[in-house]
């Protein structure tokens, strides 16, 4: 990992600077953040985690709040010594540790912001904001932090983020080294989720680990340029069109087709004509995602595709799906044609497709689709005849 942190407006001291270029990030992900991790689950389960002789201090959270309000001021006061300040910073970094292992990330941010605040008087001010900068940029305060994301902010996120972004200086590298390392589908998700809110600081770093040879982690980095406004980086995400792996080159092409670049669509298109059946099928699902008009002829082309065997129904039904999504009034003309069909071959494929295609209706405008609703109205099919039923009470 290489590079520097990315922070409008907040001036970073040297040893900080030098500390987050370190090659030693993935001390992050080191058994340590996995013990954080399982330490705080126990703790939750059992509800009387070990945190330390603080803990047992205050266990009101009130008392908790109050008692860093005071050390706060005097923290700002005239009278303490440089020994007070630092006594007064540790006992403020205690109480951190507690509100980590607790998920309460609002009065971490408290703390955070007091400390930080251009108000702050304190003739020390210097010295105080120089050690929490080294509390907050260190390997334990960090990989604990990422533990009481994952495991107590799902419910929370809105707080989640809100600290996040303050504190993104010290913690978006060592969260996308995290999520790097992390095994659990649903961690990565969260701490994806996180990531993507923390906007464009996060791209010099979401860039350099494309170079990593994990799939799953090109595709996050990718997801991440997408999601945090990263346009300027298409050209990186435009080498993975065509990569062997096909997650990675749809989720290029996602990027792509996000940005509407003008070589979005003929990479779509050539996808949809891809001869590997997954591929085929993903490109279909991202066609619909994205509303993509200019594939419905190709689209078409796969639905009206003879199946001699029936082996193509999962595809049709993916391809009707996409095709509602983007809801083409051109579409109907070959929707009414497959429903009115009758085949004594594969009959029951020919009933799903046409119950996919009456669930799809919705996606296009009313007055194109009314003639199929009326005829599904009298058709043999239960189901149909229930949707055709429900669609035309929307129209009323």
């Known amino acids: 990992m290489h590079g520097t942190a990315i922070v409008d407006d907040i ?13 030693n990030l993935s001390s992050y992900v080191s058994e340590g953040y996995r013990r954080d991790l399982a330490r705080m689950m126990a703790s939750s389960q059992a509800g009387s985690a070990d945190t330390g002789g603080l803990k047992a201090e205050f266990k009101d959270e009130a008392l908790d709040k109050a008692t860093s309000g005071v050390f706060l001021e005097l923290l700002w006061s005239d009278l303490i010594t440089e020994e007070d300040s630092s006594g007064l910073l540790a006992r403020l970094t205690e109480l951190m540790d507690i509100f980590v292992d607790t998920g309460r990330f609002e009065d971490i941010l408290y703390i955070y912001d007091a400390v930080f605040s251009m108000e702050y008087p304190g003739k ?11 509390f907050l940029s260190s390997r334990q305060f960090i990989s ?84 945090c406004d990263g346009r300027k980086y298409l050209d990186h995400a435009r080498r993975f069109i065509g990569h062997k792996n096909t ?26 004509q891809a001869e590997d059946t997954a591929m085929r ?27 001699v065997r029936g082996r193509d129904l999962p595809l049709k039904i993916q391809t009707v799906k996409a ?63 229930a949707l055709s039923m429900k669609l035309l009470k929307q129209t009323a």
């Not at 989720?251 to 670049?261: D, G, I, R, V």
């Not at 046409?354 to 058709?379: H, Q, W």
């Open 247 to 272: 997650k990675i080159s749809m989720e290029a092409l996602k990027t792509l087709l996000h940005f509407h670049t003008p070589d979005a669509v003929s990479c779509l298109k050539s996808y949809l």
């Open 144 to 227: 604990r932090l990422a533990g009481a994301f994952i495991l107590r902010g799902k419910n929370n996120m809105e707080s989640v983020v809100r600290l996040a972004n303050a504190l993104r200086l010290y913690i978006v590298k060592p969260l996308l080294e995290i999520l790097s390392e992390e095994t659990n589908t649903g961690n990565r998700k969260f701490l994806l989720s996180v990531l993507g809110e923390l906007g464009r600081d996060i791209l010099p770093h979401a860039v350099n680990k494309l170079n990593d040879n994990r799939w799953y982690v090109i595709r996050n980095m990718l997801y991440l340029i997408r999601q």
């Open 323 to 385: 095709l509602g999504r983007i809801g083409d009034p051109s579409v109907v003309k070959s929707l009414e044609k497959i429903c009115s069909s009758k085949t004594l071959l594969y009959k029951d494929s020919l009933e799903e497709l046409k119950l996919e295609i009456f669930r799809t209706l919705n996606g296009y405008p009313r007055a194109s689709v009314m003639p199929l609703i009326d005829a599904g109205l009298s058709s043999k099919n239960e189901k149909i005849r």
């Open 11 to 23: 001036e970073v001291s040297r040893d900080i600077a030098g500390f987050l270029k370190g090659d």
């Open 124 to 134: 020390f001010k210097d010295a105080a904001i120089s050690m929490m900068e080294n």
């Open 281 to 307: 099928t993903q490109a279909i699902n991202i066609a619909g995602l994205y509303r993509v008009k200019d594939a419905v002829s190709y689209l078409l082309k796969l639905l009206e595709k003879k199946d």
